[in-house]
């Protein structure tokens, strides 16, 4: 089967984070690939070893997003796709699903991954805006996926539990890390990775245009701060005490 | 006047409480409707109405409950190119997630996700939406019209302002091509004694309890409190506690009024989920941890020693 991944470098969720005096995200710093999407990688990868297939990774983002292709190459996808144009940059969710729907039509995929939101933006939702553009059903919050011949059933988290969800492929799933623990790359897969293809591809050759944004940012303020509040270092039984004398004071017990 | 729609989510059957919230706030700005779809809808009519809907378009068709996101899409898409509202609100869930991003990319306009706050005037749709992990406000201006906006559960309470109420059934026929995510079954995996969104105390752990075997403790003191266990990203995803615990931006947002956090250094991917405590309680071995930063109340110490000292103490004080 062909499981296309959709992925994205973020800033390194474990690096110094900063923004630009504009408002912007700094992007100059430590970035890595989204955690997030590891899972998305893992879970196409598991279905390649157990159905055959192929797997390709599709980002969108500047030049430098080939490291977060690389790395998933290295997990053991076979090859890569980047869309890099100055018209997208900065692109909201729509433009950013337009483009990644043009660059994976194409590929006539049987299966679409997608983590469910990125560690940066968080808005979730390139996912079901990419389903609806390729005219796929979306799979959502899927903590396990399983294929067998042409459908998939996943188990979907919900607040209390989960739902059984199933679908003919082709289809979109948008993974969460219950699905396991991404494999590392192994030292072999970090060779081969550099031999794999990386093919860039820009917004004109997508016919994709920057549009109209769904929104015009008008400011960025610090949020509300909570006052500051009492800190005790605890000798074994103040800190017990002071706890209990709190929530006496709040009526909870 | 700005024509407002809520989109009031049904799930299992029951109204998904953020509805009640999103009217209580838009109906300041102008004549709201309510869209509910699926078993159940006709039943959450008057609790839509108390809060503010002057009118409810309801269907009590089965698809919505048995097919992921694509039956309402339709519906929405339908309604929206019909009757162009100025603003269509969404609850920030899973399942209102899936259904206004398709709608969007349907209709071309985009949306604006994740809002805590929301202003309608004469000049446009404005919405807060936390940026940078939580640390910053950004307010965007709607670009589009309809403007679609998915709201944070619990950015607003719900208040009741009662008024009449016009009904209207939809008359639904879902289209074959969009049954295709089908739900089979459906599972429940907590069985929480109170529910964590509505719990008054809250007792959430992270990393620092050093494994899931800690977490008893804390389901020990919440069960003293009356409360409920809650848990950081870390930890769920470590397979700890189960996803339904997760507080923050990727889970549930709590508003108790007493919050607990043991060994939880306070990323912003968490305190999103709990900073509109009435009362933040923290315990940590670490005093640079964030979390003691927005703390009420912050301990420096270790909580496998202090959550039990607290949860005798408190057995101690009803003499059980």
Redesign the interface.
Known sequence: MKIVVAIKQVPDPNGPQGLEADNRLTRSREVALDPGDEYGIEVALRLKESQGGEVVLVSMGPERARDALRKGLSMGADKGILISDTVLEGADALLTARALAAAIAPLAADLVVCGTESYDGSTGMVPPMLAEILGLPQLSAAGQVEVSGDSITVHRQTGDGHQVVEAALPALVSVTAAVGEPRYASLKGIMAARSKEISVVTGAALNIDAGRRAEVVEGVEDAEARPPGETLEDDGSNGAERILTALRACKVI | MAKIWVYAEIKDGVLEGTALELLTCARKFGGVEAIALGPGSRASVPALSAHGASRVLFSEEAVFADY???PH?DVMAALVLERSPDLVLFGFT?DS??????L???L???????GIGLEVDASGV??QV???????????????QPA?VLIRPRSFAASESGGAVDLEELAVEPSPASL???????????S?RVKL?DA??VVAGGRGLGGAENFSLLEDLAEA???AVGASRAV??A?WVP??TQVG??G?TVTP??Y?AAGISGAMQHTVGM?GS????A?NRD?DAPI???????????AL??VP??TQ??RD?RGT
Do not use: H, M
Request: with cysteine; net charge positive.
């Open positions: 992921l996101a694509e899409t899973s997630r899936d259904v206004a991003g398709r969007a990319a349907r071309g306009c985009g949306l604006i996700s994740n404005r919405v936390p940026y940078f992990g939580g640390a910053k406000v950004a307010t965007y201006r709607a670009n589009q679609l295709r995510a089908r739900i089979v079954d459906r599972k429940i995996e907590a929480e969104e008054k105390v409190l009356g409360g769920v995803d397979g996803y339904s931006q990727t549930k009024e007493v607990i900073k009435k009362f933040v309680i315990i005093k003691l930063k927005i703390a009420d109340l912050g301990i420096v110490g270790d020693r202090i000292q607290v103490g408190i004080q």
